[in-house]
């Protein structure tokens, strides 16, 4: 009888082999997706980090930059308001088109 363990004698090693396959998948499977979920994570926190840093670098960048650009027209009292309305309309410009893009799909 090929099921019967006392006349197989591959039994032990079949029921090892079959134990340690099934134990060896549901681990890489459990893992897997904990090591992928961690790591979205961890690297998710850190690009967040990193992105709040560095907008307003990047702002304060563009408002020096635009501030010595005009400088060269304008006096330099001027040249630091023109820059910060500049920049502002800038962003308000680049806002409302977020928003008018927002509820591009919906029909009103």
Do not use: C
Not at 41 to 56: C, E, Q, T
Not at 92 to 104: D, P
């Amino acid at each position: 009888m090929p099921g019967n363990p006392f006349t197989d004698p591959n039994w032990a090693p079949d029921l090892a082999d079959t134990v340690e396959r099934v134990v060896g998948k549901v681990r890489t499977t459990a893992t897997d997706n904990a090591v992928k979920a961690s790591r979205g994570v961890v690297f998710g926190v850190l690009i967040l980090m990193a992105v709040m840093v560095a907008v307003p670098l990047i702002v304060i960048l563009l408002l020096g930059i635009l501030r010595e650009l005009l400088a060269f027209f304008v006096s330099h009292e001027r040249a630091v308001y023109l820059s910060y309305l500049l920049l502002g309309t800038i962003f308000m410009i680049g806002g409302f088109v977020a928003l008018r893009q927002r509820h591009k799909g919906e029909t009103a």
